[in-house]
């Protein structure tokens, strides 16, 4: 049986178009429906109990469209809402956190890892405690770049002033001895380039790629597939609709013209 089904998949703004987009190269053949919450980005400096209350209504307004599977792009929304979104839905829940540390973990020589993320994805430990968990011999570091942000989206990925504040974040824990580092936020795929050619001997975990080919295997376990040979829809909804979205829509998404439309989500 096919499921013509949309994959739902939220983030706190465009960053997660990131997430989107791996998804798409991996499953083509998927319908996909992306709830950018612009109107309330971003979620990385806010409380867990906000960031909690957002998530539970955008995946309240998601229902209506009939969605198979919900795709938390966001990793601060992960790390404050994931366990609060599965108890919630009747369907599929999967954020980006877990396929990182996974990747993480089979990717580490030396056991000592890396962590960057928003100060609320790191101020929730949600990496470390995750990391430890399943293997309580590594070592990691972590540490909040919330300047990242910002960056990327004034596309000064390949900045003079990027490498300064890379190298700045980045060093103490290259120094440490870090042989891994997860890219724990929707906008730091962005910024692999930069980063490995500031730091060429770490080893970069791009959630957005690992989350891809975990929502892969759960469609093919769970027989949610769509099968079909025509490339799926993609819908783009925002709850704030400005010029900056055209730009911010090409730049996360690889490409642009999937028409964004504004929507309003009901609060609680
Ligand atoms: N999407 C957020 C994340 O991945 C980054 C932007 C924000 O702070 O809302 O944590």
Redesign the pocket.
Known sequence: MSDKRPIGVF???M??LTVLSELQKKLPHENFIYVGDTAR?????RSERTVQRYSLEISEYLKKYDIKILVI?????TAYAESLLKKSLEIPVIG?VDPGVDALLSRTGNHCVGVI??R??IKSQVYEKRIKKKNENITVFSKACPLF?PIVEEGWMEHEATKVIIADYLKPMAGEGIDSLVL????YPLLKHAIQKSFPFIKLIDSSIETASSVSKILLEKNLERKSKTVGKIQILVTDLTDQMLGLEKLFLGFGGIKIKEVKIPEE
């Open positions: 983030d706190s703004g960053g997660g980005v971003p979620y990385g400096s792009a966001c990793n601060t929304a980006v993320g928003t609320s994805t942000v724990g936020c929707t906008h």
